[in-house]
């Protein structure tokens, strides 16, 4: 039995003193899920910690051919999603909707790419750089996203959570795929996104 | 098999998830090899989801572990109003019941004392377990010397004793009885129980 395994089994008898050393691990992740969701630090941390209560209060139901992490991401996904549609009205879309969501994307010829070493994530800069390039998806191909390549979630965890088909998770984690790739190859050669690399007033998708 | 690049863009998300046909995956590696911009789309395409995959790619606002398990602290392992529903539920019907218990009992009036010169006492614990035996008047604390008809005797609470009407034994409960009635009554009940003991034995 693994440590989180025992700790679960702890929780579930009473042992609530343990629940945060369960969850601790996770933070980060249903962290970054919230925030990708709503896209606002506080709301998103608000909603870590509803959703790590709504979490315990369920853990009896918790059974152990589940993944604890995709669990927990997905109670927090729900939650995320909850208090969107609940603030709808205040929320702001930095970029409409794509009419034409099953229409072909075309990449952008960047054939001189460069990649981006996995060392530079240790700088805040290059952080910032491809949280702001996330940002700029629409919501739904930054949902898809997030939860498949960021949070691990595998496709038909991803259509469970978002509560969409998997054929539409796959065709958005394509399209949002090869628009971060866009977005991070003209980044890095115009000086990372100072200016977006499309033509004025369109977007490339 | 040869794909066009159109074909490599609209598939290049599932050869990346390694879902699809060997034959379309065998054709794909082909195209790449000799496709300069498809191949720059592809490592850029990994390169995006080992980037955003990594950890260390979203940072937790300061002081977010630390008041997350305050915030737990207080709302899980202080506080009892989060506990999940079906335990809130069985904890509303012990007490429902035990108000209901609670309210029988008070209803009920008490027992007529099985000796009518005994007092019932005070303070007696109402989980001390105490035996009585079977037509006696009083209760004892197990092992009294004076218990009458022993191979008859039964076990149960103080409560329960006196509930039953039976009184405390002079000899082993005296420290709850108002010694000055007490002796005479318990006398009394004493007495009594020696002579249905009397007459017990002589039907026998």
Known sequence: MTREQQLIASVQQGRRELFYELVRPYERRVYAAALAILRNEADAEEVCQEAMLKAF????????EARFSTWLIQITVNEA?????????VVMEGLAEHPDEEGNYTPRDFADWREIPSEALERKEVRQRLAEA?????????EVFMMRDMEHLNIQETAEALGISTASVKTRLLRARLMLRD????????????????????KPW | MVVSCEAVWREISNYLEDDMDPGLRSAMEEHFRSCQHCNAVLEGTRNVIRLYGDDRMFELPSGFSRRMERWLTRNVVVSRGTWPGWLIAAVAAVLVASSLTLARSLMTPNPPLRSEHAQAGHGIPPDMV???????KLFHVPGCEVIHNKDKQRTLTAKEATREGYVPCLRCLRKYLNLAGARRAGAHAEKDEQREAAIRAAVD
């Open chain 1, 81 to 89: 999603l909850m208090r969107r549609r609940r603030d709808r009205t």
């Open chain 2, 130 to 136: 105490v035996v009585v035996t079977e037509g006696a």
């Open chain 1, 183 to 202: 977005l991070l190859a003209a980044g890095w050669e115009r000086g990372w996104f100072s200016r977006l690399p499309f033509e004025k007033g369109s």
């Open chain 1, 134 to 142: 996330l940002a700029m998806l629409d919501r739904k191909y930054r």
């Open chain 1, 57 to 64: 209060a369920h853990i009896p139901q918790f059974r152990a």
